[in-house]
């Protein structure tokens, strides 16, 4: 008993535990962890209130601020107002498309230039794909016509479908004017009558 008191003594004795500390050295205490990521959360959310605390803030500034704010969400609604156009009036879009696609490189760059500086590392490559794929989908402008007539027919009700002409299948036209014997209404009449 003696030798194995020993060894655990060596082990985790002495305030220490040897298997902890060695572990340790490979793998990140949890704990400590937890605690270090509390501390940093913490610290950055002192940061960020002190940064929006002042009420010295003039109105000017405020303006500015807000204007700052506006880019993205336009983009954003902008983008999402195009692809309702082209849904709601495809005509309308493609006639704008066309309009976009004369607009000279020069001013695709000036352009590109711009919004990379604002949101950063954009690269015009991006917007060169952009009008590649624009053009693209500017071919399939008869077809979506074409498609968009076809289907304000069928809303129409020129196309729909009419009952079949049984008129020359004796077969059909006779199934059509058979009378199924239902039994179970059969049964049911058969007992209202009887006073069941």
């Given amino acids: 008993m003696g030798v194995i008191e020993r060894i655990f ?3 985790f004795g002495g305030g220490r535990n040897l298997v902890k500390d060695t572990a340790e050295v490979f793998v990140e205490n949890a704990e400590a962890g937890a605690a270090r990521e509390a501390v940093m ?11 929006f605390a002042s009420s010295r803030q003039g109105r000017f500034d405020a303006f500015m601020d807000g204007v700052n704010r506006l880019p993205r969400p336009l983009m954003a ?7 309702v156009s082209a849904m709601s009036n495809p005509v309308w879009f ?3 498309m066309q309009g976009i696609a004369l607009v000279p490189e ?5 352009l590109g230039a711009i919004i990379s500086f604002y949101f950063g590392a ?8 952009f009008q590649r794929q624009l053009a693209q989908n500017l071919s399939l402008l008869p077809t979506v016509t074409r498609n968009l007539q076809a289907l304000e027919a069928l809303e129409q009700g020129a196309l729909m479908p009419g009952k079949a002409d049984a008129s020359t299948d004796a077969a059909l036209t006779s199934q059509g004017a058979a009378v199924e014997e239902n039994l179970a209404l059969n049964d049911w009449s058969a007992g209202s009558a009887s006073g069941r």
């Fill in 122 to 129: 954009r690269h015009q490559v991006k917007g060169q794909e």
């Fill in 77 to 83: 609604l902008g983008t999402i107002g195009l692809f």
């Fill in 106 to 110: 020069p001013l695709w760059w000036i």
């Fill in 9 to 11: 003594t060596a082990l």
């Fill in 41 to 51: 959360r913490g610290d950055a959310l002192a940061q960020f209130g002190r940064e």
């Fill in 94 to 96: 493609a006639a704008r």
